[in-house]
């Protein structure tokens, strides 16, 4: 009996198709394929299986039984082992990972624009139709600025067309000595750059201005010597209010002419001391006090010439006076400076958070900050440390930083009379629970106008 003639016969015995074992053959029994106890088994999804012949069963097995030929002993190779699969954070706030001050406040106020995106936008627009310009984060945090570039000789003539663009953060280098505030910001407002391959002059003026203005000190330099960056730990000066009013786009601009001069006198000056004070082999002056005194000694060289050590002398003391002579320049093209703008004191902004980064390394290392309670009582500061908040005193915040590792990275200003910062906000209790409802009363109705939108 062939095996078709056994399936036609009994297919309809119960639905199941019924095959004799067959006797055709002695070794007929070893063609058919049944599945075995240990191919039966939980397989992982992350673990590497051996690949194999599938298993026949029934009328496939009959098949196989009378037209195959016996199965290879071999075994095929295993398959290459896959890769780690990288596990990754997927939380949005990015909880856990360590950024600078910098990326911290980018991701924050992302964070809050994409939480305020619907509701929030100027009066008289629909709730999730908020224009960037209606943005509650782009009113507080970003002004605009105005870049127009000059290119330099022999390409002075090529006009650029002026660019305006928004910002939320300015940002300063720093490193120079009796570097400010307002140092930095002239060099960020004027600098020289490459403008498709051709040196261009580049000057950048205040269009708009946010109501909280955000600068950032940029301490991570680069040395070339050794290839390596750096965390800069010169000492920056700044004060609790800073004007503005010499990098309007609207300032006078005799006044602007002025002062680029002074500006490219003492940027000459200090680029002099900074030759002499911080190359490498720097300082000079106290690389030769040390020789002098490593040669005086009798038993370090003896029968040293004694006019070798005077020529050491005299040099030292050529080059204190042409620090001291740098310096005294210096200062008075900076107070020079200052009395050209002094009289220009109508936009302020008033000093309100102070980010501290304390190491010596820009890969690691401990952030904290100074919060000014304003508008209350502008002469009390806190220290935010991790858990743990204190009240410290004005002159903490503003110190001299020379010689320590903890310098200000960040300086948040608001502008003063902007009403944008209410430090500490206290309700009594008795106070509490009738405004709370009414918000949420509030709060439950622009909920619904907002999930009309989306069904």
């Given at each position: ?359 010596s390394s820009p890969s690691f290392g401990h952030y904290f900050f100074y919060s000014r309670q304003l508008p209350d009582h502008p002469d009390s500061w806190f220290k935010y440390n991790d858990q743990d908040v204190t009240s410290v005193p004005k002159s903490e915040v503003l110190a001299d930083t020379t010689g320590s590792t903890a310098n200000p990275y960040l300086l948040v200003y608001a502008r003063k009379g902007s009403d944008v910062i209410q430090t500490v906000k206290r309700i009594p209790h008795e106070q509490q629970q009738k405004p709370f409802a009414e918000n949420l009363s509030r709060d439950l109705e622009d909920l619904d106008v907002t999930l009309d939108l989306f069904l």
């Open positions: 009996m062939t095996v078709d003639a056994v399936i036609t016969k009994d297919l309809d015995r119960d639905g199941f198709v019924i095959i004799p074992p067959p006797t055709d053959t002695p070794d007929s029994a070893s063609k058919i394929v049944s599945p075995s106890r240990e191919s039966v088994s939980t397989i992982k999804d992350d673990e590497d299986v051996v690949m194999v012949e599938p298993i026949s069963t029934g009328v496939d097995a009959a098949k196989q039984s009378t037209n195959e030929e016996p199965a290879s002993s071999g075994k095929p190779p295993p398959l290459p082992p896959r890769k780690k699969v990288e596990v990754r954070n997927d939380s949005v706030m990015m909880f856990g990972k360590q950024h600078d001050v910098s990326e911290c406040m980018d991701n924050c106020m992302f964070q809050i624009e994409a939480a305020l995106k619907f509701g929030f936008g100027k009066p008289g627009e629909e709730p999730g139709q908020s224009s960037e310009a209606g943005s509650v984060v782009k009113r507080i945090f970003y002004g605009k600025l105005r870049q127009l570039i000059h290119l330099l000789p022999p390409n002075a003539e090529t006009s650029v067309p002026e660019k305006e663009d928004l910002f939320s953060q300015l940002l300063i280098n720093v490193g120079d000595e009796g570097f400010d505030l307002y140092d930095g910001l002239n060099g960020y407002f004027e600098d020289t750059i490459e403008f498709e391959g051709k040196p261009a002059k580049m000057e950048t003026s205040l269009v708009e201005l946010p109501p909280i203005l955000q600068i950032q000190l940029q301490r991570v330099q680069f040395n070339r010597d050794t290839m390596q960056a750096y965390k800069s730990n010169a000492y920056v000066k700044f004060d609790e209010s800073l004007f503005v009013d010499r990098f309007l786009s609207a300032a006078s601009p005799e006044k602007k002419i002025r002062s680029k001069e002074i500006q490219a006198e003492l940027q000459a000056c200090r680029e002099r001391l900074r030759v002499m004070t911080q190359t490498k082999g720097g300082p000079y002056a106290e690389a030769l006090s040390n020789s002098i005194n490593f040669l005086s000694r009798s038993d370090t060289i003896p029968d040293i010439s004694p006019d070798i050590i005077d020529a050491l002398k005299s040099e030292r003391a050529q080059l204190h006076a042409e620090l001291t002579e740098y310096r005294a320049q210096a200062s008075k093209l900076k107070q020079s400076l200052e009395d050209l703008w002094k009289d220009e004191r109508q936009v302020e902004y008033e000093l309100c958070s102070v980010f501290i980064h304390r190491g």
